[in-house]
């Protein structure tokens, strides 16, 4: 399901568009009520002059939804865990749990494993096993901080996973136990080893909200409707709730020290083919190569989503999180992060001028809009 579907479902349509960046629509308009609001935030300092840097990802999609699977390679078994789109940092933990116990569905349990990936999938597969008591070596062409994984936004919402109209209920089974696993994992490495924290958004609309706030099962906390008189945004409604935050640089560091002091061993090696696959030493091998997939096991499903960030200087007083239409604006200790965008099947790493223009107009206008 991507994001729009899901959080429409949800009563969040609006934040759905702004994750997802598939929105054409301009900043919702301003309220007639302009009060003074209940609820006091500050404004995020938007200008030029501000900007730090612009990243670009690539996101591994699959429209029937993300890869658990277990199959032969040759007398190797090889489970495949990727394709989770713009779900895959909030997913991680429990996609990866999903791909361990497959490993060992027939109950032989390997002692070494081979796992290709050193995202936020291949990581949290490797520490999974570890804490089995496996030995893991890893095996990337990249490492943090050069993942896919680090150029993530990081906030924990599980949508733009899949297409509503190619989720089956086998894939409805398997995307709901994995986000309930990997909320409840997230939330014992809340704190600032792992860089992950929990922090309030407001989702903006000038139409009213819908359902109850819930994904995949999951209600999130503190949802609640705001009227116009209560809040300082630009528009009619808002509604308010609260998830978690994961910071990209921080969290992946974090990991990749505990697999490393648990005595896990990474290599740096471009795998080419199935065949350099097959040659590893390890019996059983985790796929978490994200669209490394496509060419690896010719994934014809598999599909780039571009992501482009930019960020501005940090601002330690801005403690909250603003979803408007495909606009979106998160704090980190590395910068002010806005956002964003969504292009499906595009390749390109380049910068997008126009998107980033569109993003920083888009939010200073919001922001200057803003009652203080």
Request: with cysteine.
């Amino acid at each position: 399901m991507d994001r729009r579907s899901a959080l429409k479902g949800a009563g969040l349509f609006a934040a759905g568009a702004l994750l997802d960046g598939c929105s054409s629509r301009g900043a919702p308009r301003a309220s007639a009520d302009r009060g003074v609001p209940t609820l006091k935030l500050p404004k995020v300092d938007v200008s030029e002059e501000r900007i730090i840097r612009t990243t670009v990802g690539l996101r591994p999609f699959r429209p029937p939804g993300f890869r658990v699977e277990r199959e032969n390679l040759g007398q190797k078994i090889i489970v495949h865990n990727y394709g989770h789109g713009g779900g895959g940092l909030s997913l991680s933990w429990g996609s990866s749990h999903l791909a361990v116990e497959k490993l060992s569905e027939d109950g032989n349990a390997p002692g070494k494993v081979a796992v290709l990936g050193c995202g936020a999938l291949g990581l949290s597969t490797a520490r999974l096993l570890q804490q089995r008591g496996t030995e893991v070596t890893i095996y990337a062409k990249d490492v943090p901080p050069l993942t896919t994984s680090n150029v993530a936004a990081g906030q924990w919402s599980p949508f733009s996973v899949a297409e509503f109209r190619r989720r089956t209920p086998e894939f409805d089974a398997q995307i709901g136990q994995a986000a309930r696993f990997s909320y409840r994992y997230f939330q014992g490495l809340v704190g600032s080893y792992y860089g992950v924290r929990w922090l309030t958004n407001y989702v903006l609309s000038d139409s009213p909200f819908g359902g109850s706030g819930e994904a995949e099962g999951i209600v999130f906390p503190e949802t609640r409707d705001l009227r116009p008189g209560e809040h300082p945004f630009p528009t009619q409604h808002a509604r308010q709730f609260v998830t978690m935050l994961i910071e990209p640089h921080t969290y992946l560091g974090a990991l990749m020290r505990d697999f490393q002091l648990a005595g896990g061993r990474v290599v740096v090696r471009e795998l080419r083919d199935v065949d350099e696959i097959r040659s590893l030493p390890e019996s059983a091998i985790m796929n978490c190569t994200g669209l490394g997939a496509k060419a690896l096991f010719d994934d014809q499903e598999l599909t780039p989503v571009k992501g482009q960030l930019t960020f501005l200087l940090p601002q330690p007083e801005v403690d909250y999180i603003t979803l408007l239409g495909d606009l979106y604006m998160m704090p980190r200790s590395d910068g002010i992060l806005l956002g964003g965008t969504f292009e499906r099947g595009e390749w390109s790493l380049d910068v997008d001028e126009e998107a980033l223009a569109r993003i920083v107009e888009g939010h200073k206008k919001f922001f200057t809009e803003m009652r203080s």
